[in-house]
């Protein structure tokens, strides 16, 4: 959460939004350049989700496969992200155990919403072990841990998957960038990189990731090839 | 990873679905950019930004809240905002008092006030707790925004905001893929009109 978008520096801005620095004060350029701004980050995250089908479009398919197979053995959901990743986390589970009709509810929690267990763990312990522990109290062997990062970096993650594949959870994550340290870790066997350094467009792809990882699933369950 | 091979038609067909919204969000553009140059007028004058949804909405809310106060851009200053949905005990303790439907409107009345500004989050127009949250918004005076989707049910129809932003799509998890594309904007460009040192008084300060 703390990268640095590629809009942020005030070089950047100059280039955006050229009328807020050319001296013209005319309300109507003000807005009229945060209208472009706005069109021009629209295409980009269009243009950036369309490649994600080709990019992953296989592994998802692999992945929601795997996933189905474990909810079908009694398996569960067990989600987790930092900051705006956190949200996620609670979107992700929400649409499994509360799907739009007619998708079956399937069993998910997510972990970071647990505000007395997350501020005692932080507390007593530190902040790294917060989804770990929680997932070692948890988790059981065939659940599904699915984190979230989109710098792929955060330790907490990181520790959380080393105690998810320790305990024979199978393993989903999502990150930015080149993936960061998740990608190296080994720990991830189905692991979604959206290839963005905007923290922002990576948030909303992987929005989409997850949607469609969801939908493959709920076909999967149905017995789809 | 099987990068860059062509994807099985399940999945470009799910993709596909995107296409069309994500080209209607950039027509959203001028209406993004009057609701920042608004929202910015009331954090000027040290309002506050109070955000709401109900089931998945509520993710937003809270994403909304966190992405004001903790920019994810180093060096840009931190806003007041407060999501209403992660208080269970107020949630709980308002929805056994006085029903589902008030867990906004009665959060509201207590914390907001006319420079601040109400956000709801209702991917249907149809939230009965987000419509009266935006009912008692208004009564007090606030500056009113909304992100909905499908044709905005009766959100749209009752005009229920200042600025009714809308996704394009009747499938929910699209709206919520286009809300994420339209929150993360109305923060960034907030913070366009808020530095510039010209920026115009907002209309309704006219």
Redesign the interface.
Known sequence: ?????H??DAAD?ETL?PF?YAGG?R?DA??????????A???E??AL??D??????????RCARRMAEAFRAGGRLLTFGN??S???A??VA??FA?P?PPAPPLPAISLPHDVATLTALSNDVGFEVVFARRLAALGRPGDIALGLS?SGGSRNLLRAFDEAARRGMVTVGFAGYDGGAMAEAGTVDH?F?VPSSS??RI??AQ??VY??L???TV?ALEG?P | ????????P???D???R??EP??A??G???D???A??DMAGRFRDGGKLIVFGS??AS??A??IA??FV?P?????RALPAVSLTDDAAALTGIAAAEGLDAVFAAQLDLLGGPRDIALGVSGDGRCPAVLRGLETARRLGMLTVALTGADGGELARRAAADHVLLAGSDD???V??MH??LY??LW??VH??L??P???EPDDAR
């Open positions: 959460m703390t990268a640095p978008d809009a942020g801005m939004y807020l004060t309300a003000l807005l009229e350049d945060a209208r472009r701004s706005a069109e980050k629209a295409a995250i269009a989700r369309a994600l089908a080709d990019r992953h479009g296989e592994a998802l398919r900051g705006g956190s949200t996620d609670q979107a929400r649409l509360g739009p989109t692991l990189v923290v922002h948030q909303e929005t989409t949607h469609v969801w939908e493959l076909r789809a | 990873m099987a990068e860059g091979r062509p994807a099985a399940a999945v470009r799910a993709f596909e995107r296409a994500g080209r969000l950039a959203q553009a001028g993004v950019a009057r920042c140059r089931g998945g993710t937003d809270q994403h966190v992405e903790h994810v851009i180093v060096g840009k929910p998890c699209v919520k893929e994420v594309t993360h904007l960034e460009l366009v009109f530095e510039h010209d920026a115009p």
